[in-house]
């Protein structure tokens, strides 16, 4: 639509949204402007405080047509994942300003902030399954509503959502699924009969005759042989002259595909799937990334999740010069681990990009596998390469390994397999929220045998860890930190026994010990000297197992301060204090460490503060 005719028609003002009624007084052409001013929002408010950006702008017609079609007060709509939901909040009444900062909206769907999130998720692939949940519930209470389960194209082809949809397509619990396919090749029917089969399938009256015949025909063995003959005639038609997809071999209806940015097309899909008498699919394709130029070419996954940048030249606002995060420290090192160990393999579940692994060589590429969303499948694929002489390295979110836990116990650590796991975003990440906190792997993992838990306090131990990974240690998990680090200019290599604490400082008189890890060790450093404290301060590079020598040396000391602000109770925290008590210490302990509780979106500082875990805050306690 061109410039000058978007001006001649009315804009909503999205301030003043209270719900999503208005949509049905207005006309296809308001519908596009108002399209295009959620984008220009969207844009608005990612580009000043971050988010989730290119699914958003995909999804935009999608969401209107969806909300235009049900009343998501009494209907249920739940997004897969639920980083996609924008312009839902926007046509609910929700404001996008302060975006993912504390005491802001939330960047997925929030069941407290309003009626119409009736779900809520961060991991991908439990819409269906969600869905499917709700419908027995409606079922049951002999209720009367749609439920909508709003799923990628990358999120369905994950094992729990396959699960999902066994169960509810051969279950008589209506779903609508709107699959939303930007990308990924899914097999479709073609041409006019297939087209013409489709529609026919999903009216309504097509659906009260073949109702009314099964109810006709299925009473008595002659008659139900009568419907079964019929049947047999219509689908022997039905396979021969359409192609079928991976939903209609499923037992679904399946509509589709569809313009997913033509809002009259969705309309009509959405009509047809209410018409359905049995859970349906309605396939529209999108652009990723629509109205912005950066996010329509981006290729890497670069503008999916994004933080502040410029909207005119898309570069980001806050430049970390000389500075680097973990994540790519690690991925350059995994570079020199593939080349210097050619029985190396790197597994990703879909997190290549987010990891910074995508700028790895071109001839290493033979060597790295990408599974898609499928966790479980990583790990105990990483056991069977293992069992057959390579050295997997998975690259996996804190938040997303606790998918895997099942098979890190039962298939790597039981058969007591070689394996590097390197577990990014470990500790608190921020403004992602409760579903994305990488604060529980360190407690989970360390109750499994023959596993390794470790963290790096510099460029050098990382080096160090990931070397020590290789020598037939079983699982070695490597957690990494979302913060950042000064970029060093080289990495020394250092000699660290595997096991082993540092002692960074020592006190001569046998007072105080601060037992800490990660880079908050290194910041505690220079505050102990600056504020005059006299202590021992050892860096636990290894959370599991302990390093019992050293703490045998600290039973003499009157206090012991354990420091641990990446992790809740569990491994470092409870596994030190367990060994002072049971071993006699006299003395008295202080442990720092994260609740066991879901941390809410904020900041990575201001969630530190708020449970007293910064390092200048930890230094006020001991003066």
Same mark, same amino acid.
């Not at 051969?170 to 779903?175: E, G």
């Not at 499928?374 to 050295?391: K, N």
């Given at each position: 639509m061109s410039k000058s005719k978007?001006?001649?028609?009315?804009?909503?003002?999205?301030?003043?949204i209270e719900n999503p009624l208005f949509l049905k007084d207005l006309s296809y052409k308001e519908l596009d402007v108002l399209a295009s001013d959620i984008r220009g929002e969207i844009l608005r408010v990612t580009s000043t405080y971050g988010g989730h950006l290119s699914s958003n702008l995909g999804a935009v017609e999608l969401t209107i047509a969806l909300n235009r079609s049900f009343d998501f007060s009494k209907d249920k709509l739940i997004f897969d994942v639920g980083?996609?939901?924008?312009?839902?909040?926007?046509?609910? +009444?929700?404001?996008?300003?302060?975006?993912?900062?504390?005491? +802001?909206?939330? +960047?997925?769907?929030?069941?407290?902030?309003?009626?119409?999130?009736?779900?809520?998720?961060?991991h991908s692939s439990t819409s269906i399954s969600a869905a499917n949940g709700f419908a027995i519930a409606r079922d049951l209470n002999h209720e009367n509503y749609d439920i909508v389960a709003f799923i990628g194209d990358a999120s369905i082809? &994950?094992?729990?959502?396959?699960?999902?949809?066994?169960?509810?397509?051969?279950?008589?619990?209506?779903?609508?699924?709107?699959?939303?396919?930007?990308?990924?090749?899914? &097999?479709?029917?073609v041409g006019a009969l297939a087209s013409r089969f489709a529609k026919i399938s999903t009216s309504a009256g097509y659906n009260r005759f073949k109702s009314s015949m099964k109810r006709t025909l299925q009473k008595g063995k002659v008659r139900n042989g009568i419907y079964n003959f019929f049947a047999g005639i219509k689908n022997w038609f039905k396979r021969h002259l359409t192609e079928p997809t991976?939903?209609?071999?499923?037992?679904?209806?399946?509509? +589709?595909?569809?313009?997913?940015?033509?809002?009259?097309?969705?309309?009509?899909?959405?009509?047809?799937?209410?018409?359905?008498?049995?859970?349906?699919?309605?396939?529209?394709?999108?652009?990723?990334?629509?109205?912005?130029?950066?996010?329509?070419?981006d290729e890497t996954g670069y503008?999916?999740?994004?933080?502040?940048?410029?909207?005119?030249?898309?570069?980001?606002?806050?430049?970390?010069?000389?500075?680097?995060?973990?994540?790519?420290?690690?991925?350059?090192?995994?570079e020199e681990e593939l080349r210097n160990h050619e029985k190396a393999i790197l597994i990703s579940p879909a997190t290549i990009k987010g990891a910074g692994l995508d700028s790895l060589s071109d001839d290493l590429k033979e060597r790295i596998i990408d599974v898609g969303i499928?966790?479980?499948?990583?790990? *105990?694929?990483? &056991?069977?390469?293992?069992?057959?002489?390579?050295?997997?390295i998975i690259s996996i979110y804190s938040t997303f390994l606790q998918?895997?836990?099942?098979?890190? &116990?039962?298939?790597?650590?039981?058969?007591?397999?070689?394996?590097?796991?390197?577990?990014?975003?470990?500790?608190?990440?921020?403004?992602?929220?409760?579903?994305?906190?990488?604060?529980?792997?360190?407690?989970?993992?360390?109750?499994?045998?023959?596993? *390794?838990?470790?963290i790096a306090s510099n460029a050098d131990e990382a080096k160090a860890l990931f070397d020590e990974s290789f020598n037939n240690h079983g699982p070695f998990f490597i957690r990494l930190p979302r913060t950042l680090l000064k970029k060093p200019e080289a990495i020394n290599k250092v000699n660290i026994p595997y096991g082993t604490w540092l002692k960074l400082s020592e006190d001569s008189s046998k007072q105080l010990a601060i037992i800490s890890c990660g880079p908050s060790v290194r910041e505690l450093l220079p505050l102990i000297k600056e504020n005059g404290i006299d202590a021992t301060l050892i860096n636990a590079l290894y959370l599991n197992p302990i390093d019992e020598k050293m703490l045998c040396e600290l039973l003499e000391y009157s206090k012991i301060v354990i420091y641990d602000p990446y992790s809740t109770r569990g491994s470092l925290v409870n596994l030190t204090s367990a060994y002072l008590l049971e071993n006699g210490f006299k003395g008295a302990v202080k442990a720092y460490f994260i609740p066991n509780e879901f941390v809410k979106q904020a900041s990575i500082n201001e969630q530190l503060e708020k449970y007293h875990l910064l390092p200048k805050q930890i230094i006020e306690d001991l003066k």
């Open positions: 978007v001006n001649k028609v009315k804009h909503i003002e999205l301030g003043r980083h996609q939901c924008y312009t839902h909040k926007i046509l609910t +009444g929700r404001s996008l300003e302060h975006l993912r900062t504390k005491d +802001g909206p939330s +960047g997925f769907q929030k069941r407290s902030e309003s009626i119409y999130d009736c779900y809520e998720a961060g082809v &994950s094992g729990l959502a396959f699960e999902g949809m066994n169960n509810l397509a051969h279950s008589n619990h209506k779903v609508i699924i709107v699959l939303n396919d930007n990308g990924m090749s899914i &097999s479709k029917p991976i939903f209609t071999d499923l037992g679904f209806a399946y509509i +589709g595909p569809i313009d997913g940015h033509n809002i009259k097309a969705i309309e009509k899909a959405i009509k047809r799937a209410k018409n359905t008498n049995k859970s349906v699919v309605i396939h529209a394709c999108t652009l990723k990334g629509k109205g912005y130029k950066y996010a329509e070419n503008w999916h999740g994004v933080s502040a940048f410029d909207l005119e030249s898309g570069a980001p606002k806050n430049k970390h010069e000389g500075e680097v995060s973990w994540s790519h420290l690690y991925s350059d090192i995994c499928a966790e479980e499948h990583a790990a *105990t694929l990483a &056991s069977a390469l293992s069992l057959s002489g390579y050295h997997p998918r895997a836990y099942d098979e890190v &116990s039962h298939d790597l650590a039981r058969m007591n397999c070689n394996a590097t796991f390197l577990v990014d975003r470990s500790g608190l990440v921020g403004a992602d929220g409760e579903t994305h906190q990488g604060i529980y792997d360190e407690a989970y993992l360390s109750s499994i045998p023959n596993v *390794t838990i470790t």
